[in-house]
């Protein structure tokens, strides 16, 4: 039997089957919402300002309440916390869908349930990154992460084009409808899970956070790679999000930025699919190294290339990205203590995600001062620099793909 036959007959089995298969539904559902979110509101309210708010709604709660979200998936089952999360999830969005399909539209009400969704979301994050070193061996969490990855990406590129021919067939609000079924359905999935993924009880919750800092200042790999993270963000998510379409436009018209966004989705699944298949001996090292191409399509633009290099680029941008993101996982499950995993990611989350505000608001001003397409040059370049600084260090570096027996 061929290995990748070999790990899927040996890890496509209970507990894991159950886990991946709600994790499937649930993506798919996740895929489609961004889509039919933005156009039902836009068409409810006309006015993008609403949109804005509503997406904004989503982020704040989340990054509040992210600390705690780890320090509860650490605390209790995080199956339960799962399962919780998901059935929330599914009630909001089903109320946004109601709201919407029934034309009462209302700002407030949205944005609130907005709020609640994302606050649920900063519950199930971390206990998704503490569940999966429960369910497979530690020498198959790399190969179970691309498999997870492998299903996320796929419904990247599927999940946006059943979206708009929803919006389109029946409205906006009936393709929500469908998200919210989907967290129901992947509640469902991960009940079945086995008990035996109840963590370790501590005292106070607050006492959680604070041994959780203790814990993730305590392994230096952690908090090196975490800053890289975080300086990754600032230099490219403002950048992709807002100079991309503005340049791209400018080289091939508005339709070619769908074309890139879909061609680097492609490249996030290929090597998804690849990583299922091979096995490294230090992750860390050669997501890392794979990574810094992810700002290669940045590069391409600043440097007006033609459409086919941009979209070559597109395509190698995504593959790095998709390699240091299995990676992360992956060295965080095998080297992180269990008891301690779901905090230190929540930390290590933060700490990346809080850069991408500041850099979706500085990129304007700053390419209205030195122009668009060097500032997207310059931000690629600082993409690679910063993702390979990290191997630096000794602790990052030699990280090997378990931890030691």
């Not at 399962?83 to 029934?102: D, E």
């Not at 409808?177 to 509640?187: H, I, T």
């Not at 469902?188 to 109840?198: D, E, I, K, Y």
């Not at 991309?244 to 091939?252: D, V």
Request: hydrophobic content about 55%.
């Amino acid at each position: 039997m061929p290995p990748t036959s070999r790990f899927l007959s040996r890890t496509l089995t209970p507990p894991f089957r159950g886990f991946f298969l709600g994790r499937l539904v649930s993506l798919l559902g996740s895929a489609m919402n961004p889509v039919a979110l933005a156009l039902a509101v836009l068409d409810a309210s006309g006015r993008p300002r609403d949109l804005g708010v509503v997406l904004a709604a989503q982020i704040v709660p989340h990054l509040a309440l992210l600390l705690v979200g780890g320090a509860v998936a650490d605390r209790y089952s995080r199956r339960a916390v799962l399962v919780a999360a998901n059935l929330g999830a599914g009630i909001t969005q089903g109320a946004v869908a109601a709201v919407l399909i029934t034309g009462r539209y209302d700002l407030p009400l949205v944005a609130g349930l907005g709020l609640a969704n994302g606050a649920l979301d900063a519950f199930a994050s971390p206990a998704l990154r503490g569940i999966v070193p429960e369910l497979v061996a530690p020498d198959d969490l790399q190969r179970a992460n691309a498999l997870l990855a492998s299903a996320r990406n796929a419904t990247k590129i599927l999940g946006p084009t059943v979206a708009a021919l929803l919006v389109v067939g029946v409205g906006g609000g009936w393709a929500i409808a469908v998200d919210a079924l989907s967290y129901l359905a992947a509640a469902g999935l991960l009940a079945r899970l086995p008990a035996s993924t109840v963590a370790v009880r501590r005292g106070h919750l607050f006492a959680d956070i604070r041994d959780g800092w203790r814990e993730f200042l305590g392994i230096p790999w952690v908090w090196i790679v975490t800053l890289s993270c975080g300086l990754i963000n600032l230099v490219h998510l403002g950048a992709w999000q807002v100079l991309g379409p503005q340049l791209t436009s400018e080289r091939g018209g508005e339709a070619l930025w769908g074309v890139v966004l879909s061609v680097r989705a492609i490249g996030l699944l290929v090597t998804s699919v690849v990583m299922c298949r091979v096995t490294l001996r230090h992750p860390l090292r050669a997501g890392l190294a794979t990574g810094a191409v992810g700002g290669l399509a940045l590069v391409a633009l600043g440097l007006h290339a033609d459409v086919p290099v941009l979209l070559a680029s597109a395509l190698v941008s995504g593959m790095g990205f998709t390699a240091l993101g299995i990676a992360w996982d992956t060295a965080l499950q095998q080297h992180v203590p269990r008891d301690a995993l779901s905090r230190v990611s929540s930390y290590s989350d933060l700490l990346s995600y809080v850069t991408m505000p500041v850099s979706q608001l500085l990129i304007g001003p700053v390419a209205a001062r030195w122009g668009g397409a060097p500032v997207a040059f310059w931000c690629g370049i600082a993409f690679a620099v910063v993702a390979l600084t990290p191997l630096a260090a000794r602790s990052v570096r030699n990280l090997p793909a378990a931890a030691p027996t």
